[in-house]
């Protein structure tokens, strides 16, 4: 008799490596809050590694698929794909280091393609600062506040450091751009090389012998802090864009993580004995899709 009793049905449960978020993408361990729930495997650093399955909660149809380089905040690698709750696909695309690149698709809930146009703001018109020599009494770094609109997708600066006195620096910021149609994101690549061509050409006076500098750029307000406590260095992970050293004058286009609203430029000049003068403009372009 005890050999024919019934076994109890078996109970189906989610991966010991899932975590869940509420509708805000904010970690949550209350289910009543639940609105995504991530199945990912990682390291021993808490990073995820190979494929990343997001999901509707409680429904658990899939929301996306892809690989990510990292969590909080997350930076998708590879191709990655998304889909509504009704099944519809939602996106796909290439994403390197979380930014989409020329083969990203987006679509509505009803299948249409989602259009986007792109138009040029200046984030940063011209403006120039004076950097004490590295053993002056006076300080020799600045930190430049960059406030971006909203819906930027990617910034095109243009940084000259030379020794004070040296020739002045003078060029127009007043890019025009006509708004150009794409579909998704694939049109922003092209037109911010476009925008760093049409602003490289524009004249930053008269040729001269630049200051030794190092420079980095970042969104993290702590690491824009820790370059003026630390007296020039930033050595938190993941917090930088960009980092350059003897690099005085560029002219460069450089995406950025979508939501971002704001850029710390920070300046050392790495001269002994003379002051140098940084000069900055920085463009925006902003997306606007429908």
């Not at 010991?16 to 990682?42: N, Q």
């Not at 009704?86 to 979380?98: A, D, E, K, P």
């Not at 917090?239 to 690099?247: A, K, M, Q, W």
Request: charged letters at 20%.
């Amino acid at each position: 008799m005890l050999a024919q009793r019934p076994q109890p049905a078996a109970v189906s449960l989610p991966p010991a490596d899932t975590v869940y978020f509420d509708r805000d993408w904010e970690r949550t361990k209350t289910l009543e809050e639940c609105a995504y729930a991530r199945v990912a495997h990682r390291d021993a650093t808490g990073q995820p590694v190979g494929t990343v399955r997001d999901y509707y909660y409680p429904s658990w149809k899939k929301q996306s698929e892809g690989k990510m380089t990292h969590e909080s905040p997350d930076r998708a690698n590879g191709l990655c794909t998304g889909w509504f709750e009704n099944g519809q696909l939602s996106f796909r695309g290439t994403f390197v280091n979380g930014q989409a690149q020329a083969d990203y698709r987006s679509w509505r809930e009803d299948g249409r393609p989602v259009t986007c146009t792109f138009t040029t703001r200046d984030a940063l018109p011209l403006i120039n600062a004076t950097l004490g020599c590295s053993n002056c009494m006076a300080s020799s770094r600045k930190v430049f506040t960059v406030d971006l609109p909203a819906n930027t997708v990617g910034v095109v600066y243009k940084l000259d450091l030379r020794d004070e006195g040296q020739p002045p620096i003078s060029w127009s910021t007043a890019l025009s751009l006509a708004a150009t149609v794409g579909t998704g994101g694939t049109a922003a690549p092209a037109l911010l090389a476009s925008v760093a061509s049409s602003l490289a050409s524009r004249g930053s006076g008269s040729a001269t012998k630049p200051t030794k500098c190092h420079w980095y750029i970042t969104a993290s307000p702590v690491a824009a802090q820790q370059f003026t406590d630390s007296k020039g260095s930033i050595t938190i992970p993941n917090g930088l864009y960009r980092s350059e050293t003897n690099v005085p004058q560029i002219t460069s286009p450089m995406s950025v993580v979508g939501g971002t609203r704001r850029l710390f430029v920070c300046v050392n000049n790495d001269n002994k004995t003379a002051d140098a003068t940084a000069t900055l403009s920085v463009t925006a372009l902003v997306q606007s899709c429908n």
